[in-house]
C-alpha cells in the first residue's frame, strides 16, 4: 500500500512541479565509437623505437626517446639540454640513459664527469660495473701515473693545434689574443713543427721558440727579433702555468698511452679539478678539441657527448665558440650532445650570452627538473615553453619532468630498474634512512603516476 502511495504522490508532483530530473537508458556501443565520444587527454608520443625513459604522468604509457631514431623526422638536432636544481634526479637521468643506451651495438659515449667524492667521479661506479678505467686528469698527481692530454698531438691537424693554443691562451688571459701576440705564438709553433722530429711536439717545446724566436721566424716581415720576443712574453706565461705551473700535470707531455678510443664508454674524471678555476675552461676547451680530431669518425657510429657542469663550457665566449663548431660538425656524423646545468641563467646572462643563445638553439630536446617559480619563468621565455608547463614546473617532485622535444611538451617520470638503483645513487652523504624513503617515494609514484 505504501508503495502505491508513493507512486502516487511522485506523479501528482510531477504534474504540479514538473520532473525533477531526466531518466536515460543506458547506452552500449564500441570502443572505437566511445573514443569519438571520450577524446583522449595525453599527447602523441614520440615513438616506440630507442631508449625507454619512463612513464608519460598524465596517460601512464611508456615514454621513449632517442635522439638518432627522431633525428631529421622530428628532430632537427639530436643535441639535449638538462636544466634543474641539484637533488630532483637530473644525475640519475643521466646515468640510466647513458646505461640503456649502451645496450645498442652501434653506441659509443663520452662522459666529462665534474664531481664526486672519496677521491673518485660520480660514475665511477658505473665505470666499474662496465670494466672500464676512468680517464683521471689531476694536476695534483705526483706519482708518475697521471693522464696527459697533449694539445700538439699528431693526430691534431696542425690548423686545429694552433686554433686550440689560442683558445687555451684567450680562456687563461680573459681577452681576444692581440695581433702581435697571435703572430708570435704563430711563428714559434710554425718553428716546433719544423724542427721536432722522433717525438710528439709538447707545450714546453712552444714556450721555448717563445722565448727564443729565431731569425727566420721573423724574415718573412721582416722583424726585429727582440720584437717578436716581447710580443711572445704574455702568451708564453700563460703556456708556463701549463708546463710548470699551477696547472702542471695535465698537458705538458705526449698523450698517455692506453686510452681506448674504441670503448664503448669513455669517463674523463674531473673530480680533482676546482670547478671554479681557470683549469676548468681550459680543460673543456682541450678535450673537445682533443675529441673532434681523435674520437668522431664517419664510421656510421652514434656517439654521445655528455657534459657535466657544462655551464663552464656556455659560459666562455672562445670555449663556446669552439664546442660550437663541434655541434655543427657532430651532426652530420652522428652525435648527440647533452648538456647538464643547473640555471639556464647561469649562461644566458653570463659573457658568452650570445654563443650560449646558439648553443641553445641546436639542443632541440629540453628536459626541465624542478625550479623555484622566477628560475621557471625565466627559463619557460629562453625556451619557448607553453604557460601550463611553466606554471607547473616548481610544483615537480624529484624524478618528474617536462619534456620538449621539439614542440612535443609533456610530463614524463623517470624510472629507474633496480639492477640500475645502485650505480645510479652515489651519493655518500644521503644516510640510509633517507635512500629508502626515497626508493619508497619512488615505488609510490611507479604504482600512482599522478600523485
Known amino acids: 500500500m505504501s508503495g502505491v502511495m508513493s507512486a502516487l504522490t511522485q506523479g501528482f508532483s510531477g504534474i504540479i512541479f514538473g520532473r525533477g530530473e531526466t ?35 598524465y596517460s601512464g604509457k611508456g615514454y621513449i626517446y632517442d635522439p638518432f631514431q627522431l633525428y631529421g623526422q622530428q ?13 630532483n634526479g637530473k644525475s640519475a637521468l643521466e646515468k640510466t640513459y647513458v646505461l640503456r643506451q649502451l645496450r645498442f651495438r652501434d653506441r659509443q659515449v663520452v662522459v666529462l664527469d665534474a664531481q664526486g667524492e672519496d677521491g673518485v667521479g660520480e660514475w665511477n661506479l658505473i665505470a666499474e660495473a662496465l670494466g672500464v678505467k676512468p680517464v683521471r686528469l689531476d694536476p695534483n698527481d705526483f706519482s708518475g701515473e ?41 711563428a714559434a709553433h710554425t718553428h716546433v713543427m719544423r724542427t721536432v ?36 712574453l704574455d702568451v708564453a706565461l700563460v703556456l708556463d702555468r701549463l708546463t710548470d705551473g699551477d696547472l702542471k700535470g695535465m698537458f705538458e707531455g705526449p698523450t698517455t698511452d692506453g686510452i681506448d678510443l674504441d670503448s664503448p664508454l669513455i669517463i674523463f674524471d674531473l673530480s680533482h679539478i676546482d670547478r671554479n678555476s681557470i683549469a676548468m675552461p681550459i680543460l673543456m676547451a682541450i678535450v673537445g678539441v682533443w675529441l673532434e680530431h681523435t674520437w668522431i669518425r664517419p664510421d656510421r657510429v652514434k656517439r654521445i657527448f655528455l657534459v ?55 639542443a632541440s630536446t629540453r628536459t626541465v627538473y624542478m625550479q623555484k617559480a622566477d628560475e621557471a619563468r625565466a627559463t619557460g ?6 604557460r601550463w608547463a611553466v606554471e607547473i614546473i616548481p610544483t615537480l617532485t624529484p624524478g618528474i619532468a617536462v619534456w620538449d622535444v621539439n614542440g612535443n611538451v609533456q610530463v614524463v617520470k623517470h624510472l629507474i630498474t633496480d639492477t640500475e638503483r645502485p650505480m645510479v645513487y652515489t651519493d655518500r652523504a644521503m644516510t640510509e634512512d633517507a635512500v629508502e624513503e626515497r626508493v619508497r617515494a619512488e615505488a609510490a609514484l611507479a604504482d600512482d603516476p599522478a600523485a
Open 381 to 386: 621565455k629562453v625556451l619557448g615553453l607553453p
Open 23 to 57: 531518466q536515460r537508458l543506458p547506452v552500449r556501443t564500441s570502443t572505437g565509437q566511445a573514443q569519438a565520444v571520450y577524446l583522449p587527454t595525453a599527447a602523441p608520443g614520440l615513438g616506440d623505437s630507442g631508449v625507454i625513459i619512463g612513464r608519460e604522468v
Open 146 to 186: 697521471a693522464v696527459r692530454l697533449n694539445p700538439l698531438d699528431p693526430a691534431i691537424a696542425v690548423t686545429g693545434q694552433l686554433a686550440l693554443l689560442r683558445t687555451i691562451i684567450e680562456v687563461a688571459m680573459g681577452h681576444t689574443l692581440q695581433e702581435r701576440a697571435g703572430y708570435a705564438l704563430k
Open 197 to 232: 722530429h722522433g717525438r710528439q711536439p709538447i707545450l714546453p717545446d712552444i714556450v721555448e721558440a717563445l722565448r727564443n724566436p729565431t731569425p727566420e721566424s721573423c724574415e718573412l716581415l721582416s722583424l726585429d727579433v727582440k720584437d717578436v720576443r716581447v710580443w711572445g
Open 308 to 362: 657535466e657542469e657544462a655551464w663552464h663550457i656556455i659560459n666562455s665566449p672562445f670555449v663556446a665558440q669552439l664546442f660550437q663548431r663541434l655541434l655543427k660538425f657532430g651532426r652530420r656524423l652522428g652525435l648527440s650532445f647533452v648538456a647538464v646545468v643547473h640555471h639556464l641563467s647561469d649562461v644566458v646572462d653570463g659573457a658568452a650570452a650570445k654563443e650560449a643563445s646558439a648553443i641553445l638553439k641546436m
Open 75 to 87: 628532430l632537427p638536432a639530436p643535441h639535449w639540454l638538462v636544466l634543474g636544481e641539484s637533488g
